[in-house]
């Protein structure tokens, strides 16, 4: 079973940053895709970004230049660096892992961009 637990949102000012950490725990393959998807109120859960084992990373087009999502393999910890944020990126982010057993979500942070 994996447990990730997602850490480091909050409200920031329009053009401020953020980082977000999601550290995993439990069993799971060393051969797995770390990332973030995200929900806005009244909206469909959509992906933001995500980051392999290798360091392979792909970025929503949203997001391209402003994110970048990295990651520890020895404290299984997948990062997310926001930067430029904007009113739009409100929205509660939410990490998942996927290995070759399936997918595992974690409980989501609140980030809001706010003046």
């Known amino acids: 079973q994996v447990h990730l637990v997602e850490s480091g949102g909050g409200l920031v000012q329009p053009g401020g940053s953020l980082r977000l950490s999601c550290a995993a725990s439990?069993?799971?393959?060393?051969?797995?895709?770390m990332g973030w998807y995200r929900q806005a109120p009244g909206k469909q859960r959509e992906f933001v970004a995500n980051?392999?084992?290798?360091?392979?990373?792909t970025y929503a087009d949203t997001v391209k230049g402003r994110f970048t999502c990295s990651r520890d393999n020895a404290k299984n910890t997948v990062y997310l660096q926001m930067n430029n944020l904007e009113p739009e990126d409100t929205a509660i982010y939410y990490c998942?892992?996927?290995?070759?057993?399936?997918?595992?979500w974690g409980q989501g942070t609140q980030v809001t961009v706010s003046s």
């Open positions: 998942i892992m996927t290995d070759y057993r399936g997918s595992t």
């Open positions: 439990g069993n799971f393959a060393s051969v797995n895709v």
């Open positions: 980051i392999a084992s290798t360091n392979y990373s």
